[in-house]
T-cell receptor, first 112, second 111 residues
Framework: EPEVTQTPSHQVTQMGQEVILRCVPI?????FYWYRQILGQKVEFLVS????????KSEIFDDQFSVERPDGSNFTLKIRSTKLEDSAMYFC??????????FGSGTRLTVV | RKEVEQDPGPFNVPEGATVAFNCTYS??????FFWYRQDCRKEPKLLMS???SGNEDGRFTAQLNRASQYISLLIRDSKLSDSATYLC????????????FGKGTKLSVKP
């Protein structure tokens, strides 16, 4: 079964550092997403990406965040200057024409 | 006002029990509805979509009441492996398919 791959599985970074979270969506999918889940909280939408541009973003997705699809396969989330409150599980997801989402197994980001 | 609201539980039930989860959503223009399952520190996985006519998949039955903005999930003959958090999820109208998650209801099935 096709899957969404995320790396790394766990990233520890110092406050103020830049991090890049990587995702390889399913190859024939068209829509790509980042969600995050702070420990003990609900899964929250960050950003959606379609046709090589951001189609929608939430209030959480401020100027510190950016996304890229640099080479047609990878889909990255960059946090420019991490804060303690950015510590969370970050999930990448992709979908084709239907509403069938596939989530990656996530990257646990710990900011210290 | 919370967009998707669920009873957080936990629901502690014996094997073989029937358990029901409820969910309400605030946006009346919501178009698609789902139940996801999430194991501890894992990604959400689609359990089933929810259709207006109600639908069943083995031991799982989902119902949608658009007038009341209410979604339910019934699990019959609970198994130990059903222990997880069950997430009520809504797709908001007019978006690129972005999902709005409830906080989840935790189920623990005991032997």
């Amino acid at each position: 079964e096709p899957e969404v791959t995320q790396t790394p599985s766990h990233q520890v970074t110092q406050m103020g550092q830049e991090v890049i979270l990587r995702c390889v969506p399913i190859s024939n999918h068209l829509y790509f997403y980042w969600y995050r889940q702070i420990l003990g909280q609900k899964v929250e939408f960050l950003v959606s990406f379609y046709n090589n541009e951001i189609s929608e973003k939430s209030e959480i997705f401020d100027d510190q965040f950016s996304v890229e699809r640099p080479d047609g396969s990878n889909f990255t989330l960059k946090i420019r200057s991490t804060k303690l409150e950015d510590s969370a599980m970050y999930f990448c997801a992709s979908r084709g024409d239907s509403y069938g989402y596939t989530f990656g197994s996530g990257t646990r980001l710990t900011v210290v | 006002r919370k967009e998707v609201e669920q009873d957080p539980g936990p629901f502690n039930v014996p094997e073989g029990a029937t358990v029901a989860f409820n969910c309400t959503y605030s946006n009346s223009a919501s178009q698609s509805f789902f139940w996801y399952r999430q194991d501890c520190r894992k990604e959400p996985k689609l359990l089933m979509s929810v259709y207006s006519s109600g639908n069943e998949d083995g031991r799982f039955t989902a119902q949608l009441n658009r007038a009341s903005q209410y979604i339910s999930l019934l699990i019959r003959d609970s198994k130990l492996s059903d222990s997880a958090t069950y997430l009520c999820v809504v797709n908001t109208a007019g978006s690129q398919g972005n999902l709005i998650f409830g906080k989840g209801t935790k189920l623990s099935v005991k032997p």
